[in-house]
């Protein structure tokens, strides 16, 4: 008897250590999750209208056709992610930023209710500021994630400049039609086609516009979540979560290991009965 008081008692130390080391780390990972510490990366669909930038190299490429000694673009994108629990500060530390490496925000959305907040930010900076750019950012609110991406577009950029100078003939040899004078039918059917050429020109000058030096940026998006602070509510709210969890955890475990237990005590009474059981059946042999 006094055995098996012994080991009743072992076993509800070792059940309540183990609800003790579930509160704990489930009381930690609340307390670093649940003001969205742990952040993988920067949410980029919200970016996906705002302006796209590009910079060039300062060497010549050849082209095939169109003009010659184009440089050579690229598009650089920094994406940034950072929590703070005080937002608006940190906020007007972000335009002071920008101001100072003489950049110009493009993009800007705020998101959600107060202790909860989301600010987005997308910005072209000079390619020369970039670098020192990125690592002031880094030190606004508490750095949670942070990815760096440099895509070629030269092709895309010659590209681009061939289509124009396509464009354009076609655009003249249409005109120098028009010119020669014919039915009234013709002269519609010209003048459509000339208004669709000088659209898609348009477009395309628009487009190269973008890669105008004096256009040149590279592009820093970053979001800064708001966090609260450690307040008595915070802290009862996290501690009452964690408790809940524990539980609810340990009853379950509890409730599946106790049908476990009483499945194996089964097992093992028709092992030990079974071979009796078969003996006593009419018409078993000896």
Same mark, same amino acid.
């Given at each position: ?89 940190? &906020?007007?530390? +972000?335009?002071? /930023?920008? $101001? ?6 493009? =993009?800007?959305? %705020? *998101? ?58 076609? &655009?003249?040899? +249409?005109?120098? /039609?028009? $010119? ?6 013709? =002269?519609?059917? %010209? *003048? ?61 475990? +509890? ?14 009474? %028709? ?16």
């Amino acid at each position: 008897m006094k055995t098996d008081q012994g080991l009743w008692k072992r076993l509800a130390l070792y059940g309540m250590l183990a609800m003790g080391w579930l509160f704990v780390i489930q009381l930690f990972y609340r307390s670093v999750t649940s003001d969205g510490i742990v952040t993988a990366a920067v949410d980029t669909g919200i970016f996906e209208g705002s302006r796209k930038n590009y910079a060039s190299y300062k060497k010549d490429v050849q082209m095939d056709s169109g003009p010659s000694g184009a440089s050579e673009k690229y598009e650089k994108i920094a994406r940034l992610s950072s929590a703070t629990s005080t937002f608006d500060e940190d &906020r007007q530390r +972000l335009y002071q /930023l920008i $101001a100072e490496e003489k950049g110009v925000i493009q =993009f800007e959305s %705020l *998101e959600g209710l107060r202790g909860r907040r989301v600010y987005y930010l997308s910005a072209g900076v000079p390619p020369e500021a970039f670098d020192t750019t990125v690592d002031k950012l880094q030190a606004i609110a508490d750095s949670t994630g942070i990815s760096i991406q440099k895509t070629d577009k030269t092709s895309e950029y010659l590209a681009l400049l061939e289509r124009r100078a396509s464009l354009e003939k076609t &655009r003249a040899s +249409l005109a120098a /039609l028009k $010119a020669k004078g014919g039915s009234m039918d013709e =002269f519609l059917k %010209l *003048e459509n086609r000339l208004l669709e050429i000088d659209e898609q020109l348009q477009d395309a000058n628009l487009s190269i516009g973008q890669f105008n030096a004096e256009n040149e940026f590279c592009t820093v998006q970053f979001s800064l979540r708001e966090k609260e602070g450690l307040s008595t509510r915070r802290i009862y709210h996290i501690v009452k979560d964690s408790v809940i969890w524990t539980v609810a955890l340990s009853a379950m475990l +509890l409730f599946f290991g106790t049908l476990a237990a009483i499945g194996i005590w089964i097992l093992l009474l %028709l092992k030990e009965r079974l071979p009796d059981i078969i003996k006593k059946r009419p018409g078993s042999s000896p």
